[in-house]
């Protein structure tokens, strides 16, 4: 038995920056805990690596999800399952949401975590390719880096765009307009950065930081109704770690609500149809899951443009691969989507209500495994970015290894039908603009079977076109009912918080990685104050 000031359960975008910060005061000891492994495959670390450890189970978590709808089919959720969690396999896209998106958080009634609080947070993380100003930030751990207009098919791309009304933006970030840029990216010379590398990596230099990987946390350990510690299982078995402090839960959207419900904290009749009494009544606990569902149209390019024919065949693969171990550049060094932008779908909206992302590669469609096309193509995807509709996460039995129930639901409230609805309209009209006109042959996917409205809304909900971007689960608010306070301690239980994506009460515009760092380290400076 070990005893610590802090136990961080997860090492994904939350828990490593938990763990670099508050292991900057020497007399504190910490401990994190995480399932997945160190994370030294090379790969990990290549940008357009992601293509083949988001398919690893080694590297990735692929959960089964139950489809609650006539029509639909089950699918995987994949999250991370090694130190940087998500940021160490996902598309390296560094979207922080916009201004209203934290000063709505504020309106709910949870003070602190309004723009005036969160954008020092950003620039604080940031080391911006494109400098400091008044909403970057350099010098910190977070690389950031933008492309340039350098590929023949994004040029046109953004050509197109402008003509749709978009501005043309160096900084997809620094405002919440219509716009068009290359995508922010976690790269940095040529690297992926993750939370792992860019904050675990310098704080497990400290001797007041214990990295345990390999080791699932499947217990919270209670006196009364205070948290004293977890019951984790490593390589030679369970073994209990005790705190004197707190137990900082960041295991993520999927894994913290499990863990709750393994530990009595939740809904009654839930816990009781997995066999785990209640300790705890937290109705919401794996609740009001909230997730991006997108629609995709892909395209054929006339010859052998874009960049799908640099890299679809081993041989191809191997020349670049060669290019990027010599250069750190070629499109291997490149993020998961070139370009990014933002729409309104109806002109009375007072901001954008979608996010697309484009890339100058097309995917084969036949292919049951993630592969490139053997033609040239590009890929759009758009999706409403602050979506209503809710899922709900919860355990499926009292033990660890038993499966989740995950119920997602897509697009079914009205403002996501709408919005979803206007999306492949868009981008087909999007297409037809020239530039970008002039180099495609026709469209691919989805084709003219789909057309109506009705017919997106039912391809959004029936295609297996995850975001992964899913919050939630253990949301912030000022009401009993809800999970956590806002300074993320849970309601009902003394020396235990929630630090990861699962707090959000509603998507912050566009993607999850960055909010979820920048909301770490924000709550590392609340439980400093309370030390």
């Known amino acids: 038995m070990a005893f610590y000031d802090y136990i961080i ?17 020497p007399s504190v000891e910490v401990l994190l805990v995480e399932y997945g492994g160190h994370g030294r495959n090379p790969m990990l670390h290549v940008p357009k690596g992601f293509y083949f450890t988001l398919q690893s189970s080694r590297y990735c978590y692929h959960y089964p999800t139950q489809p609650v709808g006539p029509g639909q089919n089950g699918e995987s959720w994949t999250r991370g399952k090694v130190r940087g969690g998500s940021t160490a396999v996902n598309g390296m896209m560094y979207i922080r949401g916009a201004q209203p998106d934290y000063d709505a958080i504020t309106r709910r009634g949870n003070t602190g975590w309004g723009w005036d609080e969160m954008l020092p947070v950003f620039t604080a993380m940031e080391d911006h390719g494109l400098g400091a100003s008044d909403v970057r930030g350099v010098g910190g751990p977070v690389g950031v880096t933008i492309g340039d207009r350098s590929e023949l098919v994004c040029d046109a791309i953004v050509g197109a765009a402008e003509k749709m009304g978009l501005r043309y933006t160096r ?20 690297i992926r950065v993750s939370a792992a590398t860019a904050f675990l990596r310098p704080a497990a230099k400290r001797p007041n930081l214990t990295v345990l990987t390999g080791t699932r946390v499947g217990y919270l350990l209670f006196d009364g109704r205070r948290v004293v510690g977890v019951r984790a299982r490593g390589r030679s078995g369970y073994r209990d ?37 209640l300790r705890v009544e937290s109705p919401n606990v794996g609740e009001r899951v909230i997730e991006q569902r997108g629609v995709k149209l892909q395209v054929r390019l006339k010859g052998r443009i874009g960049r799908t024919h640099e890299l679809n065949s081993v041989p191809k693969q191997a020349l670049q691969g060669a290019r990027y171990l010599l250069t750190r550049g070629g499109p291997i060094a490149t993020a998961g989507y070139d370009l990014v932008c933002a729409f309104r779908t109806a002109p009375d909206l007072d901001r954008p209500d979608v996010q697309g992302i484009w890339m100058p590669m097309a995917l084969d469609t036949a292919a049951d495994r993630m592969k490139l096309a053997s033609y040239a193509g ?23 290894e038993d499966r989740p129930v995950i ?36 469209e691919d996917q989805p084709g003219p079977a789909v057309s109506t409205a009705e017919q997106v809304v039912r391809l959004a909900q029936d295609s297996p076109l995850g975001i992964y971007h899913a919050i939630g689960s253990a949301a912030m608010g000022p009401d009993p009912d809800d999970v956590v306070d806002d300074r993320l301690r849970l309601r009902g239980v003394e020396g235990l918080r929630i630090v990861d994506a699962s707090v959000f009460a509603a998507q912050p515009a566009g993607n999850t990685a960055a909010p979820t760092m920048a909301l770490a380290w924000r709550a590392a400076d609340l439980i400093r104050q309370e030390a």
Request: proline share 6%; glycine share 10%; hydrophobic share 40%.
């Open 171 to 190: 900084d997809f970030n620094e405002d919440d307009s219509e716009r068009i840029g290359f995508t922010p990216s976690t790269i940095k010379n040529g």
């Open 241 to 277: 770690h005790i705190v004197r402090r707190e137990v900082i839960v960041s295991a993520g959207t999927i894994e913290t609500p499990l863990l709750l419900e393994r530990s009595g904290i939740g809904r009654a009749e839930t816990l009781a149809a997995a066999g785990v009494a």
């Open 9 to 25: 359960v997860g090492a994904g975008a939350a828990g490593c920056v938990l763990a670099d910060r508050l292991t900057e005061d």
């Open 407 to 442: 119920r997602p639901r897509y697009v079914e409230t009205d403002e996501d039908r709408a919005a979803t609805a206007r999306i492949l309209d868009w981008g087909r009209e999007m297409v037809a603009q020239d530039p970008l006109a002039e180099l495609i042959e026709g």
């Open 378 to 400: 590009a890929t759009f995807v758009g999706y409403p970015i602050r979506p209503t509709t809710r899922s709900s996460i919860h355990l499926g039995g009292p033990l660890p």
